[in-house]
C-alpha cells in the first residue's frame, strides 16, 4: 500500500521518470512461504577482532575429517565479523543486560542468584516458570550503579549462544568446577543422575568437566563449521583458549534419493518410526555409515533395497552354515580351532577376512566407516559366490571327513568374527549372528557381541602370496565369465578349452598350480596357457578407402578382390612389421605401404575373447555331441534341485527321479546317471511316468519337453 504513496510523491515533485512491474526475487520464510520485509534495527553484537587469531590457532590444533573441514574454519575464522548474538522472539533464552538510561550503565546478571540479589522482589524470582521470555520479563533488577529500577533488555539470544555453550554447560562447569553457587545444573545425562542420587561426581578429586574435556570427537554436517562447530570454539577459546573438541568429521547434505531437500511440506520427509519399521533398523546406520563425508547422501526406501539385498547375501550364508550345522553328522565345532591343516581355500578365505580386520581396524580409528562398509560388502560377496559355492560338496560329505570338518569350523570361525567385525555399524544383525552362533560352542564367551573386544588381525594369518594367487585365478575367471557370456554359451554348458595367456609369469604359475579350480569353476575340460596372443586372434584386412580410392579410381574393385585373395594373416603380420604388401591386379603389381591398408586383429574362429589388464582369455565355443550331452545333464540337474526344494526335502533326503525325457535329453540322462544321482542324493532314475505321490514338474530343457517327479526315499 505504501507503493501508490511513493509513487504519488515522486509525481508531485517532477522526478519520476517511469513507473512499471518487472519480476525479481523476493524473500519468503522457508517454513510458512510468509513474504519478509527486510528492516534496519539496531541489535547486541560480540567484537571477534580480539579472539580471532587465538581461535585459528586452537582450530589447528583439530583433527578435521575431511581435510578441508579445517580449511574451511579457517577461512570462516578469516573473514568473519562481529557476532549478532540478538533476535526478536516471543521466547526464547533471555539476554541478562539492563541498561540504565540514566547512568547509562548495563548491569548484566550471571547465576539466578544473582538475579534475586538484584531483583526488586526476590519472590517474583522464586515463581517464575522457566527462565525464558516471557516471563523474565517481569522481574525487574536494580541498577548496580546508581539503584534505579531496570527492565530487561527486550531481545533474546542468538541459539548458537546456547548451543556453543554445550562442552561447559552439560557438564556442570559453573557449580562444580568452577563453584559458582545458584547456577543451574544440568538435567540430562550422568551428571543430572548424580544429582538425583545426592552425589557429586568426580575421578581422582577433579570435577566431571575436567575428564570429559574437550570431546574427544564430535559430528554434524559441513554447514555447522560456521555455526555449531563455531560457536563451541569461540565459548571454549573465551573461556579456556582452547579447542573443546579433538576431532571433528563433517559430512555433506542429506536428501531424498531423488536428490531434493527433505520437508514436510514437500511431502518427502519420513519419520525415524516410520523408516524403522520398513526398513529395518539396521538398514537405516548402514546406509548412513556407506555414505561419503564429501558429497551429499542420498537416502530413501530405493537405496534401502540396495542395502537389504547385501545383507540378505550375509543371511544367505548364515543360513547355508545353520542347515549343514543342525545335521546329525556335522562335526564338533570348538570356539578356538588352530588354522594349521586346514585348505587352501580355507586359508584363503581366513586370510580375507583378518585383512578385512586389519582394514576395519585402520579405518574405524581414522573415522572412515564408508571404507569400512564398502570393504565388507565385498567381502561377504567373496564368501557367498567364491567360499561358499566352491566349498558347498565338502559341506555335503557323510560321516566324520576331515575336509568337512576343516570347512564347517571355518565357515563358523569367519561368521563368528564377522559379527564383532560390523557389530558397531549393525548392532542388531551382529547381535543375532553371535547369539546364534556363539552361546551354543562356548557357554564362557560374553553373553552379548557388543561387550566384546573389537577383533584384532592376526598377521601369521594374512597369507599375502595366498591372497595375491587367488585374485589372480579370480581374474582369470572372471574374464572367463565375460568371454562365454560374450559368446552366449550357458554356464552349465561345458566347453573343450580355456586359453589364457597371463599378464606375467607369476599368474602364469598361479593358473597351472589351481589348474582343478578354474576349470571347475569355468565348467571347462582343458585348460591351455599361452605366451603370446596369436593362437587367440586372426587379422582382418581391408584396403584404407580413404588413401586407395583416388589413387585407383576404377581399379578399386579389382585391388579389394586381389588383397581378399591373399592370406591375411601374412598380409596382417607383414604391415605390423612396417613392412608394404604386393598386388597382382590386371597383370600389374602393385604395391601397398602399411598406411594404405586397415588391419584388425579379431577373435580366431571358433573362440570368444576377452582381455584386460594385460591378460587374455579365450573360450573354445565349439561344441562336440559328448559336449552338448552334458550340458543337457547339467540342466536336467538343476531342475531335480529345484524340485527338492519344491518338495520341502531336507537336504540329506534320499529320493527317487522319474522322468519322461525323450530323444538328447533321455541319452544324456542315460550316459551321466551315476553323476546325476551322486547330485542330486538320488537312488535310482525311472524312466516312465511319475508315481502319484511324486512332487512334479514339466520342463523344457533346450527345446527338449520333459517330465520331472521326485520322491522321498524312507530311511530304513
Known amino acids: 500500500e505504501t507503493a501508490e504513496e511513493i509513487r504519488n510523491d515522486l509525481e508531485q515533485h517532477s522526478v519520476l521518470f517511469r513507473w512499471e512491474d518487472y519480476e525479481h526475487r523476493y524473500p519468503f520464510c522457508w517454513r510458512c512461504k510468509t513474504p519478509l520485509v527486510f528492516r534496519l534495527a539496531d541489535e547486541w553484537f560480540i567484537s571477534c577482532d580480539e579472539i580471532r587469531e587465538p581461535m585459528k590457532k586452537a582450530s589447528a590444533t583439530v583433527r578435521w575429517v575431511p581435510e578441508y573441514g579445517g580449511r574451511l574454519m579457517q577461512d570462516w575464522l578469516d573473514n568473519m565479523g562481529d557476532w549478532c548474538i540478538s533476535r526478536r522472539r516471543f521466547w526464547g533464552l533471555p539476554l541478562p543486560f539492563y541498561a540504565c538510561d540514566d547512568c547509562e550503565h548495563v548491569t548484566v546478571v550471571g547465576s539466578t542468584v544473582e538475579l534475586k540479589e538484584r531483583a526488586v522482589n526476590p519472590k517474583a524470582v522464586d515463581a517464575l516458570p522457566e527462565l525464558h521470555r516471557p516471563w523474565i520479563d517481569e522481574i525487574e533488577v536494580a541498577c548496580e550503579k546508581c539503584g534505579k529500577s531496570l527492565k530487561r533488555t527486550t531481545e533474546v539470544g542468538d541459539c548458537w549462544l546456547d548451543a556453543g555453550i554445550v562442552p561447559f554447560s552439560t557438564l556442570n562447569y559453573l557449580p562444580d568446577h568452577e563453584g559458582v553457587e545458584g547456577t543451574i545444573r544440568s538435567i540430562r545425562g550422568p551428571e543430572a543422575e548424580a544429582d538425583r542420587n545426592g552425589s557429586r561426581r568426580c575421578v581422582d578429586g577433579q570435577s566431571i568437566w575436567s575428564n570429559w574435556y574437550p570431546a574427544d570427537w564430535i559430528s554434524e554436517m559441513r554447514e555447522q563449521i560456521r555455526l555449531w562447530f563455531y560457536s563451541q570454539l569461540f565459548m571454549s577459546v573465551t573461556l579456556h583458549n582452547q579447542a573443546p573438541y579433538k576431532s571433528v568429521?563433517?559430512?555433506?547434505?542429506?536428501?531424498?534419493?531423488?536428490?531434493?531437500?527433505?520437508?514436510?511440506?514437500?511431502?518427502?520427509?519420513?519419520?525415524?518410526?516410520?523408516?524403522?519399521?520398513?526398513?529395518?533398523?539396521?538398514?537405516?546406520?548402514?546406509?548412513?555409515?556407506?555414505?561419503?563425508?564429501?558429497?551429499?547422501?542420498?537416502?530413501g526406501y530405493g537405496p534401502a533395497e540396495d542395502v537389504t539385498r547385501k545383507m540378505l547375501t550375509l543371511w544367505n550364508v548364515y543360513s547355508f552354515f545353520v542347515t549343514y550345522a543342525n545335521l546329525p553328522d556335522c562335526p564338533e565345532i570348538v570356539p578356538d580351532a588352530p588354522v594349521g591343516g586346514r585348505s587352501e581355500l580355507d586359508r584363503w578365505i581366513l586370510a580375507r577376512l583378518h585383512g578385512l580386520v586389519a582394514t576395519s581396524n585402520d579405518r574405524l580409528e581414522n573415522f572412515d566407516a564408508a571404507t569400512t562398509v564398502r570393504e565388507t560388502e565385498q567381502f561377504v560377496d567373496d564368501l557367498s559366490t567364491w567360499y561358499v559355492r566352491r566349498s558347498r560338496r565338502r559341506f555335503w560329505k557323510s560321516g566324520d571327513d576331515s575336509d568337512k570338518q576343516s570347512a564347517v569350523q571355518t565357515l563358523y570361525d569367519v561368521l563368528v568374527t564377522l559379527s564383532k567385525v560390523i557389530a558397531p555399524i549393525l548392532p542388531f544383525s551382529a547381535e543375532e549372528l553371535y547369539q546364534s552362533l556363539v552361546p551354543p560352542v562356548d557357554a564362557n564367551a560374553p553373553e552379548s557381541v557388543h561387550l566384546c573386544a573389537y577383533p584384532e588381525p592376526d598377521?601369521?594369518?594374512?597369507?599375502?602370496?595366498?591372497?595375491?594367487?587367488?585374485?589372480?585365478?579370480?581374474?582369470?575367471?572372471?574374464?572367463?565369465?565375460?568371454?562365454?557370456?560374450?559368446?552366449?554359451?550357458?554356464?552349465?554348458?561345458?566347453?573343450?578349452?580355456?586359453?589364457?595367456?597371463?599378464?606375467?609369469?607369476?599368474?602364469?604359475?598361479?593358473?597351472?598350480?589351481?589348474?582343478?579350480?578354474?576349470?571347475?569353476?569355468?565348467?571347462?575340460?582343458?585348460?591351455?596357457?599361452?605366451?603370446?596372443?596369436?593362437?587367440?586372434?586372426?587379422?582382418?584386412?581391408?584396403?584404407?578407402?580413404?588413401?586407395?580410392?583416388?589413387?585407383?579410381?576404377?581399379?578399386?574393385?579389382?585391388?579389394?578382390?586381389?588383397?581378399?585373395?591373399?592370406?591375411?594373416?601374412?598380409?596382417?603380420?607383414?604391415?605390423?612389421?612396417?613392412?608394404?604388401?604386393?598386388?597382382?591386379?590386371?597383370?600389374?603389381?602393385?604395391?601397398?605401404?602399411?598406411?594404405?591398408?586397415?588391419?584388425?586383429?579379431?577373435?580366431?574362429?571358433?573362440?570368444?575373447?576377452?582381455?584386460?589388464?594385460?591378460?587374455?582369455?579365450?573360450?573354445?565355443?565349439?561344441?562336440?555331441?559328448?559336449?552338448?550331452?552334458?550340458?543337457?545333464?547339467?540342466?536336467?540337474?538343476?531342475?531335480?534341485?529345484?524340485?527338492?526344494?519344491?518338495?520341502?526335502?531336507?537336504?540329506?533326503?534320499?529320493?527317487?527321479?522319474?522322468?519322461?525325457?525323450?530323444?538328447?535329453?533321455?541319452?544324456?540322462?542315460?550316459?551321466?546317471?551315476?553323476?546325476?544321482?551322486?547330485?542330486?542324493?538320488?537312488?535310482?532314475?525311472?524312466?516312465?511316468?511319475?508315481?502319484?505321490?511324486?512332487?512334479?514338474?514339466?520342463?523344457?530343457?533346450?527345446?527338449?519337453?520333459?517330465?520331472?517327479?521326485?520322491?522321498?526315499?524312507?530311511?530304513?
Open 249 to 299: 568429521l563433517t559430512y555433506e547434505e542429506m536428501r531424498d534419493e531423488n536428490s531434493e531437500p527433505f520437508s514436510k511440506s514437500g511431502g518427502n520427509a519420513i519419520e525415524v518410526e516410520e523408516a524403522v519399521a520398513k526398513m529395518g533398523a539396521d538398514v537405516m546406520p548402514w546406509q548412513y555409515a556407506s555414505a561419503p563425508l564429501s558429497s551429499v547422501f542420498r537416502f
Open 459 to 716: 598377521a601369521d594369518i594374512i597369507d599375502q602370496g595366498l591372497l595375491d594367487d587367488m585374485d589372480a585365478l579370480m581374474h582369470v575367471v572372471g574374464l572367463g565369465r565375460s568371454a562365454r557370456n560374450e559368446a552366449k554359451m550357458k554356464v552349465r554348458q561345458p566347453a573343450s578349452r580355456l586359453l589364457v595367456r597371463p599378464s606375467d609369469a607369476r599368474q602364469g604359475e598361479t593358473l597351472v598350480r589351481l589348474r582343478s579350480q578354474i576349470l571347475d569353476e569355468l565348467n571347462v575340460k582343458d585348460l591351455v596357457v599361452l605366451k603370446d596372443v596369436d593362437e587367440l586372434e586372426s587379422f582382418t584386412v581391408k584396403p584404407n578407402f580413404s588413401r586407395c580410392g583416388p589413387r585407383f579410381g576404377k581399379q578399386m574393385n579389382d585391388v579389394r578382390q586381389a588383397l581378399e585373395a591373399l592370406d591375411p594373416e601374412e598380409v596382417g603380420a607383414r604391415v605390423e612389421a612396417g613392412e608394404s604388401v604386393n598386388l597382382a591386379v590386371d597383370g600389374e603389381t602393385v604395391t601397398l605401404e602399411p598406411e594404405d591398408l586397415v588391419v584388425e586383429r579379431v577373435p580366431a574362429e571358433g573362440l570368444a575373447v576377452v582381455s584386460d589388464f594385460g591378460c587374455t582369455v579365450a573360450v573354445d565355443t565349439t561344441l562336440t555331441r559328448d559336449l552338448l550331452l552334458e550340458g543337457l545333464m547339467r540342466d536336467f540337474v538343476r531342475q531335480v534341485q529345484n524340485l527338492r526344494k519344491d518338495a520341502d526335502l531336507n537336504v540329506t533326503d534320499r529320493i527317487t527321479v522319474y522322468t519322461e525325457a525323450v530323444g538328447d535329453l533321455a541319452d544324456a540322462i542315460e550316459v551321466h546317471a551315476d553323476y546325476i544321482k551322486a547330485e542330486t542324493l538320488a537312488v535310482d532314475i525311472h524312466i516312465g511316468t511319475p508315481t502319484g505321490a511324486a512332487t512334479t514338474v514339466d520342463v523344457e530343457i533346450s527345446g527338449s519337453a520333459a517330465r520331472i517327479g521326485v520322491t522321498r526315499v524312507q530311511a530304513e
